[in-house]
């Protein structure tokens, strides 16, 4: 089966700008997670999906991150304005819905800099 | 809040040495334990779990042992090889028997030589 699609691989942006990532979950996969890795860090969830609807997004600071997942499939996080401690690896993961011990799949991840 | 904490690393092996990766949890409840790894140039994927106490998750020769009273699963493998050189996290889920809502530990890196 194909994995978790995520792009784009790599971005630079300077602080204050926009930026906007974006993932595609493994077909059929209803739970869609957001993470947050800083270099040295482990992942730190951000925001979860079920379908299209936010199940936790308590860790996710919203004055500056939105997150949405169109028609239950596609999710996009973006990020508005940048600042320099934005700068980490942001991994897109889902899992099926209902199935007890159903496994996260993690996408590649894309590298924000903002400089 | 839930936290997991590991060795840190980096850890140097030589090829068919004896592993062992220190994590410690602290939660509330009845957690799911995991160890996920992240090979070079790819994402993290599943490695091992357990679900309740005293379980034993295992996979590709490493083994981790849910160890309630201790707070730990501790991640082993008898022989290493070069090809096991990756980055190693061990997590929780606050809920028995799913991934949702990870704790991640900060990663431990090893490298195998020859």
């Known amino acids: 089966e194909a994995g978790v699609a995520q792009s784009p691989r790599y971005k630079i942006i300077e602080k204050r700008q926009s930026v906007a990532f974006w993932c595609n979950p493994i077909?059929?996969?209803?739970?869609l997670y957001w993470y947050q890795q800083i270099l040295g860090q482990g992942p730190k969830l951000l925001i979860q999906f079920q379908n299209n609807g936010v199940v936790d997004d308590s860790q996710l600071p919203k004055d500056r991150f939105s997150a949405e997942r169109l028609k239950g499939v596609d999710s996009t996080l973006k990020i508005q304005p940048a600042k320099l401690e934005d700068s980490a690896v942001y991994l897109c993961?889902?899992?099926?819905?209902?199935?007890?011990?159903?496994?996260?799949?993690f996408g590649n991840g894309t590298r924000l800099t903002v400089t | 809040g839930d936290s997991v904490t590991q060795m840190e690393g980096p850890v140097t092996l030589s090829e068919e040495a004896c592993l062992t990766i220190?994590?410690?949890?602290?939660?509330?409840?009845?957690?799911?334990l995991f160890w996920y790894v992240q090979y070079p140039g790819e994402g993290l994927q599943l490695l091992l779990k357990a679900t309740k106490a005293d379980d034993k998750g295992s996979n590709k020769g490493f083994e981790a042992t849910y160890r309630k009273e201790t707070t730990s699963f501790h991640l082993e493998k008898g022989s290493v090889q070069v090809s096991d050189s990756a980055v190693y996290f061990c997590?929780?889920?606050?809920?028995?028997?799913?991934?949702?809502?990870?704790?991640f530990g900060t990663g431990t890196r090893l490298q195998v030589t020859l």
């Open positions: 077909s059929g996969h209803a739970t």
């Open positions: 993961a889902s899992s099926l819905e209902g199935i007890p011990d159903s496994p996260l799949h």
């Open positions: 220190n994590c410690t949890y602290t939660a509330t409840g009845y957690p799911s």
């Open positions: 997590a929780l889920s606050p809920y028995t028997g799913t991934a949702s809502k990870l704790t």
